[in-house]
């Protein structure tokens, strides 16, 4: 509708489907995500968690279309590991994001702060890849994006309804990859909240640039993981809110 105008026509959407972690046999978690990269999102959910370390303890790990699940089973698990997660907190990721662990800085390693890493040169031209990497973005105006950087090129590209399904895929795709996403940088298009600090934490991303704005609590946790964090980055203009030492000013 345009005015006093209306006309049918017919518009792409975001699909958006649940998938059922299922995890040793165990129900673990539904995702509501879009229904691609799917063993990655599984993958990165739970290294996120920190339930997955090493790439030898994943024994199985396919998508049961049949069942709308993925199923996986990893070895080395605690006995006692499904109690740690029943306790569950609602994110405030868009898509009704689920975490079971939170941030506890004296269970969470600083990241070393050493640098400059990159360039605000480099950063311009990494978001302007970033910008219009995304097909589906502009193809139906849904979805969030996460990209991963050696602070000169992009290596890794993700997308999803969710925000935090976005990073997630991102992480599990490097991962099953072979390549460790650590000292690596991190671009989302969405906003930075204390629970993808706390992915980019994990996961020891140092750099962590969004198109959107922090949350207070994110800063506050990105100032105590030793990361630095880069909101509102559009164009020529950019947020630096912790640790500026890793970017190079000219």
Known sequence: MAGNTVDGVIDEVASELPIRLILNNEPLVTLLCTPSELEELVVGFLLSEGLLQEKSSIQRLEVDEKEAAVRIELSGLPPEWSALF????????????????NYRMGHERRIEVKGPLMSLDDIRRLLKTFRNISSLYLETGGVHSAALSDGKEILFF?????RHNAVDKLIGKAFLNGVSVENKILLTSGRVTSEIMTKAGRNRFPILISRAAPSCMAVSYAEDMGITLIGFARGDRMNIYTWPNRIAME
């Open 86 to 101: 029943e306790k569950r907190t609602i994110s405030s990721g868009c898509g009704s994001g689920i975490t079971f662990t």
């Open 158 to 162: 993700s997308e999803d309804i969710g």
